[in-house]
């Protein structure tokens, strides 16, 4: 039972290139969640998904967008990335109508 | 949604009870106060979730006053792999507000 995988792990990335981070969950979870932290800082909500076929913005959407793929993942796309955007990001996953969520390993995205 | 406020920091010794407190003064009716421990280059982890009076598991407890706006977490005993930053999240999880807000957290520093 792997939980929620996040690839890949470490990224670097000149700036103005675009990725996408992957996220897969197998708990069958209906709501997913993308963070990023910054050193030192708390989680900062970007974007999240109640169930398969919606998005919400959170809390710092700007410069992110985002795909439900299916129920099993969710994935966050940077198009232009800018070294604001250095960060680790985290996604996350829960049962809908609940707050324990379960989280990825995470990916250490630097921006050069 | 209701923010949450947490001292920054705190300081404590093995073997010793430590308890956070967490202010939620807008905390609706339908939401719930959750915690989690989040380790260096980890993503957080669940420790516990109430709604009213005291809830106890395996790690730790939390304490509910009748109007609830305010939480604490009591970590009974602790020790040095305690040493972490301790998250206090108010929301519902479900419905159209299925967002989950991490506030800047609690640093726990456990000394010998």
């Known amino acids: 039972n792997a939980g929620v995988t996040q690839t890949p792990k470490f990224q670097v990335l000149k700036t103005g290139q675009s990725m996408t981070l992957q996220c897969a969950q197998d708990?069958?979870?209906?709501?997913m969640y993308w963070y990023r932290q910054d050193p030192g800082m708390g989680l900062r909500l970007i974007y999240y998904?109640?169930?398969?076929?919606?998005?919400d913005k959170g809390e710092v959407p700007n410069g992110y967008n985002v795909s439900r793929l299916n129920k099993r993942e969710f994935s966050l796309r940077l198009e232009s990335a800018a070294p604001s955007q250095t960060s680790v990001y985290f996604c996350a996953s829960s049962s809908q109508g609940n707050t324990e969520a379960f989280f990825g390993q995470g990916t250490r995205l630097t921006v050069v | 949604l209701a923010k949450t406020t947490q001292p920054i920091s705190m300081d404590s010794y093995e073997g010793q009870e430590v308890n956070i407190t967490c202010s939620h003064n807008?905390?609706?009716?339908?939401?719930?106060i959750t915690w989690y421990q989040q380790f260096p280059s980890q993503g957080p982890r669940f420790i516990i979730q109430?709604?009213?009076t005291k809830v106890t598991n395996e790690v730790a407890s939390l304490f509910i006053p009748a109007d609830r706006k305010s939480s604490t977490l009591s970590l009974p005993r602790v020790s040095l792999s305690d040493t972490a930053v301790y998250y206090c999240?108010?929301?519902?999880?479900?419905?159209?507000?299925?967002?989950?807000?991490f506030g800047t957290g609690t640093l726990l520093a456990v000394q010998p």
């Open positions: 998904s109640a169930s398969e076929g919606t998005t």
């Open positions: 999240l108010v929301g519902s999880g479900g419905g159209a507000t299925n967002k989950l807000i």
């Open positions: 109430g709604y009213k």
């Open positions: 708990m069958n979870h209906n709501s």
């Open positions: 807008n905390i609706a009716t339908n939401d719930y």
